[in-house]
């Protein structure tokens, strides 16, 4: 069964403290996502990869990081959390290019910051 | 720039009716494909349907088609029979040839079965 797997389904971090957020996919695909869910604003790319060490800001990429280092693996690090990073955090991969091919979501990551 | 516009924030059905959830996208791209997914509130997302810009006939999966129209750049979904567990946010996503990579979301729509 494909899976994308999310590390934490749930964490309460402090201001000022690092985050990681985990993602693995069995898939073998070459793209990974990073999106943030908040109500009434849907989904938002934070930063997308499409190859191992690659990546490319999306839509709100400003106090957040990420990291390619395995194919199957993509990081997401908040440098120093922020209240206004509370939400829920979507990891999802793709395969590459065309416009077939779904997106496979993780099980989600609902991170709240004090 | 691409755009998907989900019209209706929240909608209610009669249980075992069918419902009708908007869709309208604005591509020039002749070549893009449409997914419908489906968000209960866990969290998870779940892909539910697919429509290619070339496919000629509309896609169903089960309980679940696309009204696609392309002249009018619509893909509605369209829920037959409804069940309690259809409750649920729906989203409509676009991909096409030009962005290759990128997904492009709708805003989604709550749906709430009533039985």
């Known amino acids: 069964d494909v899976k994308v797997t999310q590390s934490s389904r749930y964490l309460v971090k402090r201001t000022g403290e690092k985050v990681f957020l985990e993602c693995v996919q069995d898939m073998d695909h070459e793209n990974m996502f990073w999106y943030r869910q908040d109500p009434g604003l849907g989904l938002r790319l934070i930063y997308f990869?499409?190859?191992?060490?690659?990546?490319e800001k999306g839509d709100i990429p400003e106090g957040y990081s990420v990291s390619r280092e395995k194919k199957e693996r993509f990081s997401l690090i908040l440098e120093s959390a922020s209240t206004n990073q509370t939400s829920m955090y979507l990891c999802?991969?793709?395969?590459?290019?065309?416009?077939?091919?779904?997106?496979?979501f993780g099980e989600g990551s609902r991170l709240t910051v004090l | 720039a691409q755009k998907i516009t989900q019209t209706q924030p929240g909608m209610f059905v009669q249980e075992k009716e069918a419902v009708t959830l908007d869709c309208t996208y604005d591509?020039?791209?002749?070549?893009?494909?449409l997914f419908w997914y489906k968000q209960p509130s866990s969290g998870e997302m779940i892909f539910l349907i697919y429509q290619g810009s070339y496919d000629q006939q509309n896609a169903t999966e089960g309980r679940y088609s696309l009204n696609f129209q392309k002249a009018r750049k619509s893909a509605n979904l369209v829920i037959s029979a409804s069940q309690l567990g259809d409750s649920a946010m729906y989203f409509c996503v676009m991909k096409n040839w030009e962005s290759g990579n990128q997904f492009y979301f709708g805003t989604g729509t709550s749906l709430t079965v009533i039985p």
């Open positions: 999802a991969s793709s395969l590459a290019g065309g416009f077939t091919g779904e997106l496979f």
């Open positions: 591509t020039s791209d002749p070549s893009y494909g």
């Open positions: 990869s499409y190859d191992v060490k690659m990546k």
